[in-house]
């Protein structure tokens, strides 16, 4: 495949889109934001390692000279609160962070804290950037998904499966009853739907289950070709493909994301060959040199870390903020809002984005670029094609499918 150079924003290699303010022009004003996401608990996995891309993205801006915009040079600051994946905890963060801390952009996993939050945040005009496009709703202007694409890119790993695996006919999906679970359910059920692959089962299980034996079970008695863990939490995706190789399943599996380190401790390493989801590690040779560079200064500070996609999105949605405040020329939350939505194309770590959404969630507050898919190969996760959601909408009825599927969900 043809190697295809992306637009990598993170400021951590350099520059062009956002420029630092130089060490000859050190930075004279502080500009916050806050960390309101999961530290501990079971969404652990989709907010800690966060951090990891964010203190070395805010380590590179402040040690040459900070953030300039609208002729201020800019030192930043996070500040973290664990709000744990629990909605109260979120709105007590949210209330420190606004109130207390003068934050002016907040970094969320979103998903069940999303809708207590947003109230609050949309008074004080607080932008808001989640990793959740389905969080998005006419009554959270502020809101927004700029780097993840979840649970969208389930209807493209679909895609491809069916192009990549023609003989695979029948998919169970085993995700957990809550909002982000019941999200990927009905994505896939549609993506596999269009594809003509039939969804042979999609039970959700509670989140308080910690025996993945009678649901695996349950799932292979329909003799499913592909079994997708849909936006299972990563302790719980390694403990049901446990019970799918301890049962003795051989097939095609597919996720919303990896937790590598987690699923290798239950399964070997060459089980999970083949596996399809859309994130790969930023060493792949498909990416540019930019990607490249992070993953050598992430791998530098953390060498005995796993690397996810959670490594470099809530960095990536600093990119676009810094992006929207530049054009604002201003850090003012309403402003930098409007700036970004001014903007036909915004840059995303995969290639120029648009916005999208309104269709579907009531506001175009998507940023959607062309997306990777993978598949795992000797343990890593490699691109092995691209695809696009504009381009899936435009296919036979796969609107009306998605619609459908979403309605039956309660999600539309």
Known sequence: ?????????????????????????????????????????PAAAWGLP???GVSIWVDKINTSG??????????????????????????????????????????????????????????????????????????????????????????????????????????????????IGLAAIAWSEAGFEAAGIEVVYSKPFGVETTDFAPIVTAALAKKPDIISTGASYPEFQALIFEQAYTQGWKGIVTSACWDFKAIVAKVPTGWMDGAVSGFPDFDDPKLSKEHNEFWKAWRAKYPTHGF??????????????????????????????????????????????????????????????????????????????????MDWLKKGNNKEILIKCLKKWKLM
């Open 66 to 179: 900070g953030l300039k915009i609208g002729g201020k040079n800019y030192k930043v600051k996070i500040i973290k609160y664990d709000n744990e994946g629990i909605g109260s905890k979120a709105l007590l963060g949210a209330r420190k962070l606004v109130l207390e801390d003068k934050v002016v952009a907040m970094l969320m996993l979103g998903g069940a804290p999303s809708a207590v939050v947003q109230p609050f945040l949309t008074k004080n005009k607080i932008m808001a950037f989640v990793l959740i496009a389905s969080d998005i709703a006419p009554d959270r202007p502020y809101l927004m998904d700029v780097t993840d694409n979840f649970p969208i890119y389930h209807l493209l790993h679909t895609e491809y499966i069916a192009e990549a695996h023609p003989k695979a006919k029948t998919a169970a999906i085993i995700s957990q009853d809550d909002e």
């Open 1 to 41: 495949m043809k190697k295809v150079m992306f637009v990598f924003m993170a400021l951590i290699v350099s520059v062009g889109i956002v420029a630092f303010g130089g060490q000859e022009s050190l930075a004279t004003e502080t500009v916050k934001i806050g960390f309101n996401a999961p530290l501990s608990g």
């Open 308 to 389: 996810s996609e959670i490594v470099w999105e809530y960095m990536a949605a600093l990119d676009v903020w810094a992006y929207g405040a530049r054009k604002a020329g201003t850090v003012e939350s309403e402003k930098v809002y409007k700036a970004l939505k001014a903007c036909k194309e915004v840059p995303h770590s995969f290639g120029p984005g648009v916005w999208w959404g309104k269709e579907i969630f009531g506001r175009d507050n998507l940023l959607v670029p062309t997306w990777p898919i993978t598949e795992v190969h000797n343990g890593k996760p490699k691109i092995v094609a691209y695809k696009s959601l």
């Open 50 to 52: 966060g951090m990891e």
